[in-house]
């Protein structure tokens, strides 16, 4: 079965440069999420997006935007990147809300691998 | 104050042995909960929810108490391949998920 798909797998970023992560849900999934795991930590919530609306935010930096296109898939754009920023950076997907249980499985992507030199 | 707290571990047990993970919550608005597994640097995976009524799955039961916002997770007959970390999950947001992670706990389960 077709799973979350996350590209790249791993990104090794300069201080100050900046970096374009994708994620592509699972067919039929209209909603993506987005959450951050640094070394050692468990994974924080940064954004979500439900019918290419922003559905709900977390702890996202300013220097971070995300948007989801026609298609579902969403991007992740960090800018001015900083050392703390070295995490990895999962996506996960799900069916929208109203559809009961199913709506509450997120389905996770393998992630991609941030590191800021 | 975290906002789901877990056993720090790490817990290391012999093949065979009976395991239980805690959790508390500090939202009483939340809505539902779940364990997730986590293998090393690799994406969490749902292992199952958790409900009132308390929930079984093969060698894993999960029981919820609203009233004292605590989740716990046994895992009997523990087997090498269960060593992970295990993650407790409460989802706040009312119609659309936001999934709060705990720190996790470890288990290393050994011959």
């Known amino acids: 079965a077709a799973g979350v798909i996350q590209s790249p797998r791993h990104l090794i970023k300069e201080k100050r440069e900046t970096a374009t992560l994708k994620c592509y849900p699972i067919?039929?999934?209209?909603?993506v999420y987005w959450y951050q795991q640094g070394p050692g930590q468990d994974p924080q919530f940064l954004i979500s997006?439900?019918?290419?609306?922003?559905?709900d935010k977390g702890s996202i930096p300013d220097r971070f935007s995300a948007q989801q296109f026609s298609d579902y898939h969403s991007e992740l754009n960090m800018s001015s990147l900083e050392l703390g920023d070295s995490a990895l950076y999962f996506c996960?997907?799900?069916?929208?809300?109203?559809?009961?249980?199913?709506?509450?499985?997120?389905?996770f992507g393998s992630g991609t691998q941030l590191s800021v030199l | 104050r975290k906002e789901v707290e877990q056993d720090p571990g790490p817990f290391n047990v012999p093949e065979g042995a009976t395991v239980a993970f805690n959790c508390t919550y500090s939202?009483?608005?939340?809505?539902?909960f779940f364990w997730y597994r986590q293998d090393c640097r690799k994406e969490p995976k749902l292992l199952m929810s958790?409900?009132?009524s308390g929930n079984e799955d093969g060698r894993f039961t999960a029981q919820l108490n609203r009233a004292s916002q605590y989740i716990s997770l046994l895992i009997r007959d523990s087997k090498l391949s269960d060593s992970a970390t295990y993650l407790c999950?409460?989802?706040?947001?009312?119609?659309?998920?936001?999934?709060?992670f705990g720190a996790g706990t470890r288990l290393a389960v050994h011959p």
């Open positions: 997006f439900y019918e290419k609306m922003q559905s």
């Open positions: 999950v409460v989802n706040n947001a009312g119609g659309y998920n936001k999934l709060i």
């Open positions: 958790v409900y009132s």
């Open positions: 996960a997907s799900s069916l929208g809300p109203g559809q009961g249980a199913l709506s509450e499985k997120l389905f």
């Open positions: 939202n009483s608005a939340s809505q539902s």
């Open positions: 067919p039929r999934h209209d909603t």
